[in-house]
């Protein structure tokens, strides 16, 4: 499906990054493994060292996009696939009770992040064949999440972002769509539910019934092999006419 094709993942040491990374190598990719922590290298060896190549990077800042970029292009001969999956949860506070660096460090890693991996990506998506960039969103951007502003405003830019993206970069066969994630199985989701129980006074299978799976017609959080299987369709040549969308995947999730 990807054979021959080198896709570069932001966000990819660990959670839904990871899994896409991994998704994208089992469909035939090579995958720039792309984030700041030690993990990328545990990522890239679940994969395999003649098929991934970790690169650490820090995508706040343009130098070292640069040379992560430079590198993975180097190593396996040019880059047909972005994932801007790299993101930060932001503060749990009320607009009083925000401070002003903590939103801007929040837009500066979300959504300014994404902006700098694109700008410095595209001279390698236009000697691609038929490249495509996918942003990772999150269903935040359209659903209220109460005292998560510079989440939710972040992500809601990536959407906006990459509808605009979509129109710069047609004329260079490139499509450009975002996921947005709900909730999805691992650990982040598990600390989420622990908060509530505590907060709620209720058990964890409680508190995991009133703020997720009761709002679910699958009653099943989403599985993150699930968001990679739809980056690799968004990646491949049965998406050609697929651009300036975005997908929820969500398992059907009730906005209320």
């Known amino acids: 499906m990807l054979d021959g094709w080198t896709a570069y993942v932001t966000g990819a040491s660990q959670g839904i990054g990871r899994r896409i990374a991994i998704e994208l190598a089992e469909r035939g990719a090579s995958v720039g493994v792309a984030a700041r922590s030690d993990s990328i290298y545990d990522t890239a060896a679940e994969i395999g060292d003649a098929r991934a190549l970790a690169v650490e990077t820090d995508v706040t800042e343009a130098d070292s996009i640069d040379r992560s970029l430079e590198r993975t292009a180097e190593e396996f001969g040019g880059i047909d696939c972005v994932v801007n ?33 694109c700008k410095h990506a595209l001279p390698y998506l236009k000697e691609s064949d038929r490249a495509s960039l996918v ?41 450009v769509n975002t996921i947005c994630p709900g909730a999805v199985e691992g650990e982040r989701i ?35 092999c699930d968001i990679g299987a739809l980056v690799a369709f968004l990646a491949s040549e049965h998406a050609r006419n697929i651009t300036a969308q975005d997908i929820n995947i969500d398992s059907g999730a009730r906005q209320d």
Do not use: C
């Open 190 to 224: 598990e600390r989420m539910i622990e908060k509530q129980a505590e907060k709620r006074g209720v058990s964890f299978e409680e508190a995991k019934r009133q703020r997720i799976t009761d709002r679910l017609p699958l009653d099943s959080i989403v599985d993150p």
């Open 85 to 117: 999956n790299a993101g930060i949860g932001g503060p749990h506070k009320t607009v009083e009770e925000l401070p002003l660096e903590e939103w801007e460090h929040t837009l500066r890693v979300n959504l300014t992040g994404a902006f700098l991996v």
């Open 135 to 175: 942003n990772i969103s999150s269903t935040a951007a359209k659903d209220p999440y109460p005292t998560r502003s510079p989440y939710s405003a972040s992500k809601a830019g990536m959407i906006g972002f990459a509808r605009d993206l979509a129109y710069e970069w047609g004329e260079h066969d490139i499509t």
